[in-house]
């Protein structure tokens, strides 16, 4: 698309906007890879600071807030958006559109431009603006993380372009209005500031605004979620409780104890502890019925002891006993894999939405 005479996005060097007008959202340079930019009107300079370059981002993106603060005359150059910005966010976000714009990079003496769309999204977000690789790939521009610096090739020579201070960016959004919400990398959220390894994910296919919504409740909501075992007090058994039913005809069998793997034996010895102070397991000193504890390695790699919020029968609970380096222990609360344990949660449901259902 061809463009006129002055419609530039143009970065440069901090040492050459230090007698400039004032930016837009230019705080204090702390970020990754963050260049200052500038753009230049018909007698009108804006600075812009908060450009973050991403060689894994597929395309360049404006933020709103950004947009909005432009001259008039760049702002009236937005066109429809055609297509969605896949994994944006995490989700499939649609552009509010687009604009082309001669980008310059610059620093005296030298400089390199680039006609580059860019996709104007509508969301929160720290930075004005993400070059991504194909604007990078038409400057040939290299970055470096670790030298915090941006190096592209002009007629002149080898440009390099620095940020004043590094520091490394650990989330890719937080939401100005649910600020201890953190969206991930990986498109899981963490709601509990206190408990940032408790990650929730977010479905892909919601809109930015549902998904903004979405953690502004999550933020508000946070006491409703159980993010330590001792949270969790459990389902009354005048509600519910499993019985196992044992045939008392049938002779008791104790499971000769197996040897565990190290890594195994010192997760199952951690978390039985963790559970018992939470009180759904305890501790058993005479059991006929032992069995070797089986544990289930979760998608990251980690191990899981399952168990239910139902009660299990008093009379039943020792039935569920296994061995541990620390002794015999048993379940307070029903366990995953026992018979019938899926009709009991069947059943907890049916009354707790008995009002709800048909």
Known sequence: MALSKGTKLITTNQDELENEEASIRNTSDTDV?????????????????????????????????????????FRRKKKAATSPLPGFNCTATWPVGSITLEVV??????????????????????????????????????????????????????????????????????????????????GYVSPNPKHPDQRIQIGTTLST???????????????????????????????????????PNITPVVQKKRAMALERSEFLDNEVQRLVDAGIMKKVKYQTWVANPVMVKKADGSWRMGYQQIPMAEIDEEETAFFTNKGIF??????????????????LIDKAFQGQIG
Not at 56 to 65: L, R, S, T, W
Not at 210 to 237: E, Q, Y
Request: with cysteine.
């Open 33 to 73: 890879h963050m260049i200052h930019s500038w753009v230049a009107g018909q007698r009108r300079k804006s600075g812009i600071g908060r450009i973050y370059t991403d060689t894994g981002a597929g395309a360049e993106v404006m933020f709103e807030h950004c947009f909005l603060q432009l001259p008039e005359n």
């Open 209 to 247: 605004n549902a998904r903004d919504t979405l953690c502004k409740l999550l933020a508000a909501s946070i006491d409703v979620f159980a993010w330590v075992p001792s949270d969790m007090t459990g389902v009354p058994r005048d509600i519910a409780q499993h019985r196992l039913n044992v045939n």
């Open 105 to 186: 990079l610059v620093t005296l003496p030298f400089q390199s431009a680039a006609d580059i769309e860019f996709s104007i999204v509508k969301t929160d977000s720290r930075y004005n603006v993400i070059l991504g690789r194909n604007a990078l790939q038409k400057f040939g521009a290299i970055t470096s993380t670790v030298h915090g610096m941006l190096k592209f090739p002009t007629p002149a020579g080898i440009a390099t372009i620095r940020t004043q201070e590094m520091e490394p960016i650990e989330c890719m959004q937080i939401f100005n209005g649910a600020s201890d919400i953190v969206v991930h990398d990986d």
């Open 330 to 347: 048993c379940y307070t609360k029903m366990p995953f894999g026992l018979k019938n344990d899926g009709a009991t949660y069947q059943k």
